[in-house]
């Protein structure tokens, strides 16, 4: 049987505190540093999250600017284009047009050294044409 007696009083005083020093050096170090440990380990997963979520925000920003800057690319090409074959076009058209500010003195010119050349075929073919009609007829055409 148990004895309700004084060492039942200086045992249970025992007890608490060796349960306090136990606790007081022993488990709440331990049960800090597997908090810290949790918490070193939870931060840096949340950074890591965090920082992958800049970076894919970041991504999708400089996508997008990229994308900004080729559509802009796309249409200053575009101007550029359409700039230089307005040029060429005004080019043909001044060509053109002084092309056929020239055709009629150049025809007119053509047409008049063809006479020009025909009139001199005319003088050298006639005494062509009398040898010619010598040779045929065997004596002088004149």
Excluded: C, W
């Excluded at 200053?76 to 092309?99: G, P, S």
């Amino acid at each position: 049987m148990i004895n309700l007696d004084y060492t039942l009083l200086v045992q249970a005083a025992i007890f608490i505190v060796f349960v306090l020093l136990i606790n007081q050096f022993l488990f709440r170090p331990i049960v800090d540093l597997l908090e810290r440990r949790k918490a070193a380990t939870t931060g840096a997963q949340e950074k890591a999250l965090s920082l992958q979520e800049k970076a894919q925000r970041e991504a999708a920003l400089l996508e997008e600017k990229l994308a900004k800057a080729r559509h802009e690319a796309a249409l200053e090409r575009d101007r550029v284009k359409k700039k230089v074959l307005d040029e060429q076009k005004q080019y043909l058209e001044r060509a053109r047009r002084a092309i056929d500010k020239d055709i009629p003195a150049l025809r007119e010119k053509a047409i008049n050294e063809a006479k020009k050349v025909e009139e001199t075929l005319k003088k050298s073919m006639e005494p062509f044409a009398e040898k010619i009609a010598a040779k045929v007829l065997g004596r002088s055409a004149t």
